[in-house]
């Protein structure tokens, strides 16, 4: 069963940093693209950041390029998004996600439950 | 950037009604077009892929159908598992953009 947890979560200030972390399993980590999607407290879905499998193309939204940077590590199957001058729009969920086949053209189908981070003084 | 277009925002229907949501892209994005449906408190749940496959164990009472620029989610029967929040989203090329949402209620 694949299965997607997130963790690492929580209340920072602005200005600071966070580091989530997405535990996968039941699959081939490395064979797969992976996304951060967000969701901000009763609005609806942004899409972060993309990595190949390799770590060879990332891909980022223009809210958090420079800010925001996803790596893997594929030895320990885990993605993760480090968060730095973080800021109060940044504030929601934080899902990440696997692509449903091994190539680029195709949409996330898995899905963690995803963790809150909450940017106030 | 490719921008994504819901519509309608929301919408009240029945049980057993047909629902259409529609999706436009200000450019064609071919059929590089996801829906998804989403529960409060729940991660997305992938329904359609390629505009048009139905994802697998999704009810065929869903169904996707377009290309280019216009896109539309169909629900044949509407059932009461199937109140929720609806989105599309573009996979051509980055910016994965999402739609704002369509959130279907109970009439």
């Known amino acids: 069963e694949v299965q997607l947890v997130e963790s690492g979560g929580g209340l920072v200030q602005p200005g600071g940093s966070l580091r989530l972390s997405c535990a996968a399993s039941g699959f081939t980590f490395s064979s797969y693209w992976m996304s951060w999607v967000r969701q901000a407290p009763g609005k609806g879905l942004e899409w972060v950041a993309n990595?190949?499998?390799?770590?060879?193309?990332?891909y980022y939204v223009d809210s958090v390029r420079g800010r925001f940077a996803v790596s893997r590590d594929n030895a320990k199957n885990l993605l993760y998004l480090q968060m730095n001058s973080l800021r109060v729009e940044d504030t929601a969920v934080y899902y990440c996600a696997r692509f449903r086949s091994t190539t680029w053209s195709s949409p996330p189908d898995c899905w963690g439950q995803g963790t809150l981070v909450t940017v106030s003084s | 950037d490719i921008q994504m277009t819901q519509s309608p925002s929301s919408l009240s229907a029945s049980v057993g009604d047909r629902v259409t949501i529609s999706c436009r892209a200000t450019q064609d994005i071919s059929t590089y077009l996801a829906w998804y449906q989403q529960k409060p408190g729940k991660p997305p749940n992938l329904l359609i892929y390629a505009a048009s496959t139905l994802q697998s164990g999704v009810p065929s009472r869903f169904s996707g159908s377009g290309s280019g620029t216009d896109f539309t989610l169909t629900i044949s029967s509407l059932q009461p598992e199937d109140f929720a929040t609806y989105y599309c989203?573009?996979?051509?090329?980055?910016?994965?953009?999402f739609g704002q949402g369509t959130k279907v209620e109970i009439k």
């Open positions: 990595i190949h499998p390799d770590e060879s193309e990332k």
């Open positions: 989203q573009k996979y051509s090329s980055a910016p994965w953009t």
